[in-house]
């Protein structure tokens, strides 16, 4: 690992280095814990950090584990994700000769010949499922082999299986997940790492309207990857802003406090504050406020938060969108909130059995809280963004 530079860089939305994602460690020391048990999926809307946590508990497992990450944003077929779980494994199992041995008769079962040197993988569009079978199998024996246990970190999990059910491979996710969820079973090394932008039960109804029966991830764990803590949060910002825009050694907790506060606990937003008041030279609470102002503001949505707006249609299906934007529109324009009674009377088109459903799942997702029976936007700065947005005027 290289050592922590003396100033961190102010990097918002690239690759994070392991060193350089920040106050990650109580939530990666969970997700192991959870990891010796069972399979886990991650979840979490856009930018909260998923595949930070991914890259830095695969760059640094504990002894026990082996762990890959596979990025799987793009995919839209169960032979391009087996054939990339293919390449993952392949350099780790140097000289697995039955690995080998079987992966090379596989091949020249499903494509009649032998590529001995450079040994390139073509499988039929339908052959997959041998072949995904065949190197979970393997993995299982290697993992033992070592008394440890292989950890696959599949980002952006959702979105693949959704884009497969989108161009018409929906039958080819359901044999997929029921694949994967055999494997689970049978191989008791072998643990799944599931993450995604969108929920996996959202994307498994979606399944389920076309006929799938099965429950394919009741035995994965869902966590939704947190905000940080404010102490957190604290500690990234002044990580962030020391050398940055303050010289080290200058006192910079009061800005750094505030920079956490309204950042609300988002690592993607304390980035982007940091790097506009590096940019302009301040150092200052009031500069701080402006420049998430500008960001809720900016018409190119630097902050990824149309992603909100976007998400209630696949969340709701068309029928009940606009229902459920008008919710959230009723419920932003409130800053204190709304009691039932008053979402009730706010004239929405939707019954009070759908309403609870989309307000309970809603606040699974981070839009909305419950305080004392109301509810509001669980995050500020989204609410204002969303009010921004809308085109819509505080009440009151
Ligand atoms: N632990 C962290 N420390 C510092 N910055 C972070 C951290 N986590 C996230 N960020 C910031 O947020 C950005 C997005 O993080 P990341 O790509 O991990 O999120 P994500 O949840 O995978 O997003 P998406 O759903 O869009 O793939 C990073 O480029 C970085 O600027
Ligand atoms: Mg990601």
Redesign the pocket.
């Known amino acids: 690992m290289s050592p922590t530079p003396s100033v961190l860089p102010i990097?918002?939305?690239?690759?994070?280095p392991p060193d350089?994602?920040?106050?990650?460690d109580a939530v990666i020391a969970r997700y192991w814990e959870a990891l010796s048990v069972q399979s886990i999926a991650l979840l979490?809307?856009?930018?909260?950090?998923?595949?930070?946590?991914g890259r830095k508990m695969v760059a640094e497992p504990p002894p026990t584990f082996i762990a890959r990450l596979r990025d799987l944003e793009g995919m839209q077929r169960a032979s391009e994700f087996v054939k990339a779980l293919y390449g993952d494994v392949e350099e780790l199992l140097p000289g697995s000769t039955k690995f080998e041995r079987r992966a090379r008769g596989l091949m020249e079962k499903l494509t009649g010949s032998v590529e001995v040197t450079g040994f390139k993988l073509q499988i039929a569009e339908q052959d997959w499922r041998d072949l995904l079978d065949a190197v979970l199998h393997d993995l299982d024996h290697h993992a033992a082999s070592q008394d440890r246990l292989i950890v696959l970190f599949w980002?952006?999990f959702t979105w693949f299986l959704k884009d497969m059910d989108g161009t018409g491979c929906g039958r080819e996710a359901m044999v997929l997940l029921d694949r994967l969820r055999a494997a689970r079973q049978k191989y008791s090394k072998v643990r799944m790492v599931l993450?995604g932008?969108i929920g996996l039960d959202e994307v498994i109804r979606g399944l389920r309207r076309q006929g799938y029966g099965n429950d394919p991830i009741n035995d994965v764990r869902k966590l939704t990857?947190p905000l940080f803590t404010a102490a957190e949060a604290l500690d990234?910002a002044r990580g962030l802003l020391t050398g940055n825009v303050l010289p080290a050694g200058a006192e910079l907790e009061g800005l750094a406090a505030h920079v956490a506060r309204i950042a609300e606990g988002h690592?993607?937003l304390?980035?982007h504050v940091a790097q506009v008041l590096k940019t302009e030279r301040q150092a200052t609470t009031d500069a701080a406020d402006r420049a998430l102002e500008a960001l809720l503001d900016d018409s190119s949505d630097p902050l990824?938060l149309s992603h909100y707006v976007e998400r209630i249609g696949f969340y709701f299906g068309e029928g009940e969108r606009v229902a459920v934007l008008a919710l959230l529109d009723a419920i932003a324009t409130a800053p204190s909130g709304l009691s039932m009674d008053e979402l009730a009377a706010a004239a929405i088109e939707i019954d009070r059995e759908r309403l609870l459903y989309a307000l309970q799942a809603l606040r699974r997702d981070l839009y909305l809280d419950r305080v004392d029976g109301r509810h509001r936007f669980r995050l500020e700065f989204l609410r204002r963004y969303w009010l921004l947005e809308r085109a819509l005027v505080e009440a009151g």
Do not use: F
């Open positions: 990097n918002p939305g690239g690759t994070l350089q994602v920040l106050s990650r979490a809307p856009r930018r909260v950090g998923k595949t930070s946590i980002d952006e993450t932008s990857v990234a690592p993607y304390i980035q990824d």
